[in-house]
């Protein structure tokens, strides 16, 4: 299997959906139902590129939701920072209307926050597939990162379904993800 092939045809794919506004609000749906049992309070997400699902709407209301429970919860929601000598990534607290400045990749990141260490993390997935394996960019920033987070924090992919690869084979160093989201629902665990 050619992976930067198979990666430049699902990009393509994703960013050529017809119906993609309408299968992201269907993810934000999916999302938020999911999150409303999770114990977290700290979670990592991503900033949207190259047509991926945004997750930072969906967050940002678990947010809000936190400040109206009974015994009101203070909750966190943090994006990458790249270290570009390691090839891993940190975390740094993001809200609506933050700081932001670009990586050395071009996207956007939080300037000048606080480190955060999210129990809960949300990665995007280019592709995925069966045991949930996912298929990334191929830089290995996810994998590297959380080999070394201590505690690991469950991680969750999230995708559309036109990402789904029946006949995906992971590498030695690929970690498999605690679930995956997509449209439809709950992909991993089945």
């Known amino acids: 299997m050619d992976k930067a092939a198979l990666r430049r045809a699902l990009i393509e794919q994703r960013l050529n959906l017809p119906n993609r506004l309408q299968r992201a609000d269907q993810l934000q749906r999916v999302m938020r139902i999911w999150l409303v049992d999770r114990p977290d309070t700290v979670i990592g997400a991503y900033w949207p590129i190259k047509g991926e699902f945004d997750p930072l709407p969906a967050l940002h209301r678990w947010k809000e939701d936190g400040e109206l429970l009974d015994q009101p919860q203070l909750r966190r929601i943090g994006l990458p920072v790249v270290d570009k000598a390691h090839k891993t990534l940190s975390f740094h607290a993001w809200y609506p209307g933050c700081p932001m400045e670009e990586d050395a990749y071009g996207i956007p990141k939080p300037k000048d926050t606080e480190p955060i260490h999210p129990t809960l993390l949300f990665v995007p997935c280019v592709g995925y597939g069966p045991g949930g394996y996912r298929l990334g960019y191929g830089g ?45 629902g709950v992909v991993w665990p089945v």
């Open 140 to 184: 290995g920033f996810y994998d590297r990162t959380l080999a070394t987070l201590r505690p690991r924090p469950a991680t969750v992919g999230l995708g559309f379904t036109q990402g789904y690869l029946d006949d995906f084979e992971p590498e030695a160093h690929d970690m498999p993800l605690d679930a995956i989201l997509n449209d439809n």
